[in-house]
């Protein structure tokens, strides 16, 4: 079974621009949970997707969005990038969203710069 | 989310055990305790979760106290390629897919 893959792996953006990133999920989950990493704040939670309806949502600004498909596909958008978005995005997958004894499955994440 | 407690570094022998403790005190009855572990840029990879009784897998064992106020991870034999960061986590009740990653444990395995 294909694992969670994310794409792209490497983006470099410039301040004020938008960016959207996408990612897949294993075959038959329908939750998708997505997390931004940085030295600084360490792995922190933005928000979870379970049927193409957003469940939770961490303490983010508006800037960071997202959505989900039919096919449990997911993107998340951060619109007017600043220098300290600049992150590792991972994007997570698990079964039945996260209920008792679920457990998540990482992509390798993409790796934003913004210049 | 419970708060969950653990040593900023550790370090262990190779082929020794690693035992990662976590304190979770403010735990609920009906909520799990999650191990994940994340070895350099790449992603989190889930270990192990349990309740109140020891679990054990291929990767590692977690046994947890009868208050259920701390558990403790079990690497039997680690290795070189376990050396990574190690994250205890208490998601809410039935909310797994929002994980709340505290600091976590850096262990490094040294031959």
Aim: charged share 15%.
């Amino acid at each position: 079974k294909a694992g969670v893959t994310q794409t792209p792996r490497y983006l470099i953006k410039t301040r004020g621009q938008q960016v959207t990133l996408s990612c897949s999920p294993i075959s038959g989950h329908r939750s998708v949970s997505w997390y931004q990493q940085t030295p600084g704040q360490g792995l922190q939670f933005l928000f979870e997707y379970f049927s193409e309806t957003q469940r939770n949502k961490g303490n983010f600004p508006g800037r960071f969005s997202g959505r989900q498909f039919s096919n449990s596909r997911s993107e998340m958008n951060v619109s007017t990038l600043e220098l300290g978005d600049s992150a590792l995005y991972l994007c997570a997958s698990s079964p039945s969203g996260g209920l008792v004894g679920d457990e998540q499955f990482f992509g390798p994440g993409t790796r934003l710069t913004v210049l | 989310d419970a708060k969950t407690t653990q040593p900023t570094s550790m370090d262990c022998a190779e082929g020794r055990a690693a035992n990662l403790p976590c304190n979770h005190s403010t735990i609920s009855g009906n909520e799990y305790v999650y191990w994940y572990r994340q070895i350099h840029s790449q992603g989190p990879q889930y270990i192990i979760h349990g309740l109140k009784n020891n679990e054990t897998n291929e990767m590692a064992s977690l046994i947890i106290t009868e208050d259920r106020k701390s558990s403790t991870l079990i690497l039997p034999h680690a290795t070189l390629r376990d050396t990574a960061v190690y994250y205890c986590i208490v998601p809410r009740y039935n909310q797994g897919g929002k994980l709340i990653f505290g600091q976590g444990t850096e262990l490094s395995v040294k031959p």
